[in-house]
């Protein structure tokens, strides 16, 4: 019988798509292109860029401790970013593809969840794959890499269980390729930073409300202020609170978001801070598995969007606590000591109807009922310190970073598994939410086991010269895992030592020429066809591009051809007759491509961000791999500000991906043709506190399945949107 974890698993890497490789020569010439106009552009706006530069505010100034918050500059870019390899680097000078989004591209589209934020993101898929459960895909592969405001955090299952909340986030960077050196195991596909709210110097307060399609209806205030009359104490809260229902029948989602966090100066030069974080989503009719997607006679199904498999006693409610405590110490004007403390508690409870099968086109008959009672309880603690400054050599400066990570994670779930498993159900029985629930009393499995982590990293920027830099680094990891894993031992013990080399030359005062090689390794705990754990994948990535930034830093670019490598990545190769459980192969497979990206601001009052991805994914054999990831994507975000009214902000958003396919037998492909979605959005400001805001989405109405990453699937929502009303301090 299945398990309930047995859709983490890896798919099928097959079929065909067209090789995007010709669109090289045409993005690189673009960016040349973009390189020898926008000089005399920059020049002509130097003065009137610099005069409109908005106010930053730094967390504390008495502690000296920069930071670079999103949310008061209006900006769809940032100057630094320290992602990539731990050195607060501007994106010009970080050979890795990087992608922020800011608070202001969150505000103005609404972009109130995650999969919301990546889906606009350069190069990223965001898999649907459940109402509750989502996979991420960069460069052909899962995302498995991220943190929290530079810090990794483990991800045991691989995906994402319910909708994380954007509120408590000043933006989220996205560095492409394999991040070896501070995400030391993971896919060589993107890490993401989640880069918190954090204190401001002044006291700011602002709320939010607004009614959306379905009934949607969301709270939400922000407050920050200096505790003490001294300024040495500041402390931030944010609440959020969304209810509703959905274009899926019987689907109602909720959550609760709560984000505190208080900063103290203990001195001139340290500063210490301690948040907590806390998101409840409760969501009733939730799905497990999704809709089949072709009959028995191999014609593809076609239901309407509102369309679910949920019963009316489902459910699947998660809660996510993140506590950090955080010490900076500064050494001397170029040394900085940091060290986090970091303890995450992830817990899922969920009542759930799956329907499996292939129903007859004729009499719908065909499809079976599996019911199941899932719990789930990961624990984890984190300790990272590092150590960040400048040094002399040769008679020039140079950047040096180091540290040491610690991670311990738990994991305990359990599935109780309902009578009645196997019933037949015709497809009106299967989706109109009337399945009696059953005892969930047929039988029990689960997982028990714990994950330890220990790391030591370092890298070094020589400056070669004043227009050369040199990156160079290492990591070392050592990961043991023991427990029990739905029946199989889950022990492991791997080390390994992923180097890091970048390189990056100034052509002009705009543009730079980058490379980058990292490589990664990941633990796996599938087990191959004899029931032993396959050895851990083994990754590289390769890039080489052109980076600009005009407009005085106010927009960045780039453009990058890169190539992405996995050995021994665990495919599913069958159905043991014995057990019943999935048995896996390890395969090799790369991707190699180009992107583009640009964002920040054109002119004044014109903010876009723009991406473009494509390539091609290869299994070891040269066949076309992996075929549910889009192979071209296309990211597109712009508003503008009417100069004849100041008031008025107005923007679209459009999201393109090419087509997508599953192959579900021999003869049976499920495909999903290239398709876009367009967004809208208008803003503005009653005065200088008040405003009101609409978004509509999808404006086109297109119907899409929003996801091929496994057999099943759903559609995503039609036309909807939303108003609302926004106050600030």
Do not use: C
Request: glycine share 8%.
């Amino acid at each position: 019988m299945p398990k309930h974890k047995r859709t983490h698993a890896l798919k099928p890497l097959s079929s065909a798509i067209p090789s995007p490789t010709s669109q090289t020569p045409t993005l690189i010439s673009l960016t040349l292109a973009l390189s020898a106009s926008l000089p005399g552009m920059v020049q002509a706006q130097q003065v009137a860029v610099a005069d409109s530069e908005p106010a930053v505010q730094q967390v504390i100034v008495k502690a000296k401790v920069k930071q670079y918050p999103t949310e008061q500059s209006g900006s769809y870019t940032v100057r630094k970013s320290g992602s990539a390899i731990g050195l607060d680097l501007t994106l010009r000078e970080t050979p890795q593809s990087v992608s922020v989004v800011t608070r202001a591209k969150m505000d103005d589209f609404q972009l109130d969840n995650v999969n919301q934020v990546l889906a606009g993101t350069t190069g990223v898929t965001v898999e649907k794959v459940e109402s509750d459960r989502t996979y991420y895909t960069a460069r052909g592969f899962d995302i498995t890499n991220f943190q929290f405001d530079g810090v990794g955090a483990p991800l045991v299952f691989g995906n994402q269980n319910g909708d994380v909340d954007t509120a408590i986030y000043d933006r989220l960077e996205v560095v492409r390729g394999a991040n070896g050196l501070l995400s030391s195991t993971g896919n060589p596909s993107a890490t993401v930073n989640f880069v918190r709210k954090r204190p401001t110097d002044d006291f700011q307060a602002s709320a939010g409300l607004s009614y959306g399609s379905w009934n949607t209806r969301r709270v939400d205030a922000d407050i920050s202020s200096p505790l003490n009359d001294a300024g040495t104490l500041a402390g931030r809260f944010v609440v959020a609170k969304q209810d509703g229902n959905s274009y899926l029948d019987r689907y109602q989602p909720s959550k609760n978001i709560f984000y505190g966090v208080i900063q103290a100066n203990l001195t001139d030069d340290t500063l210490l801070t301690l948040g907590h974080s806390y998101q409840k989503n409760d969501s009733t009719g939730a799905m497990w598995g999704a809709l089949p997607l072709y009959y028995s006679n191999g014609a593809p199904t076609n239901y309407g969007r509102d369309t679910s498999t949920s019963a009316n006693w489902s459910y699947w409610n998660s809660e996510e606590q993140r506590t950090f405590l955080e010490l900076k110490q500064r050494l001397n004007n170029d040394w900085e000591w940091k060290t986090t403390l970091t303890y995450n508690k992830l817990l899922t409870d969920g009542r759930l109807f799956y329907v499996y099968g292939t129903p007859d086109q004729a009499t719908g008959t065909g499809l079976y009922s599996y019911p199941s009672l899932y719990s789930s309880d990961n624990k984890q603690t984190l300790l990272d310190s590092s150590m960040t400054g400048k040094y002399t050599l040769g008679g020039r400066q140079h950047d040096l970073t180091f540290g040491v990570n610690f991670s311990r994670s738990t994991l305990d779930d359990i599935s109780h598994y309902g009578q009645g498993i196997g019933t037949p159900l015709t497809e009106d029985e299967a989706f109109n939410g009337n399945y009696p629930m059953p005892a969930f009393d047929a039988s029990t499995d689960g997982s028990s086991y714990i994950d330890r982590r220990k790391s030591a990293y370092g890298a070094t920027r020589l400056n070669l010269a004043d227009d050369l830099k040199l990156l160079v680094g290492a990591n070392y990891t050592n990961a043991t895992s023991s427990g029990i894993d739905y029946g199989v031992n889950h022990k492991s013990d791997n080390s390994a030592v992923t180097p890091y080399a970048g390189l990056v030359y100034d052509l002009n005062q705009n543009i730079s020429a980058y490379t980058s090689y990292t490589k990664i390794f990941n633990p796996q705990y599938q087990v191959d066809i004899n029931n032993v754990t396959l050895n851990p994948l083994e990754g590289k990535s390769y890039e080489l591009g052109l980076k600009g930034e005009f407009f005085a830093r106010k927009l960045n670019a780039s453009a990058a051809i890169f190539r992405v490598e996995q050995q021994n990545a665990a495919e599913q190769a069958g159905i043991s007759t014995v057990t019943g459980q999935a048995y896996y192969r390890g395969i090799d497979a790369h991707s190699e491509g180009i992107e583009f990206d640009l964002s920040g601001q054109l002119t004044q009052g014109w903010q876009a961000s723009l991406g473009y991805t494509a390539m091609t994914i290869k299994d070891q054999d040269g066949n076309n791999a992996r075929t549910y990831v889009p192979k071209q994507l296309l990211r597109m975000a712009t508003t503008y500000q009417i100069p004849q009214l100041q008031q008025l902000k107005i923007g679209a958003s459009l999201n393109w991906q090419g087509e997508t396919s599953y192959v579900q037998t021999p003869t049976v492909t499920t495909v999903q043709g290239s398709y876009a979605l367009l967004n809208l959005m208008a803003h503005y400001d009653i005065n200088k506190q008040v405003s009101v805001s609409l978004n509509l989405n999808n404006v086109t109405n297109k119907k899409y399945i929003s996801s091929l990453y496994w057999s099943q699937a759903y559609y995503g929502p039609p036309m909807n949107g939303s108003v609302a009303v926004n106050w600030k301090y």
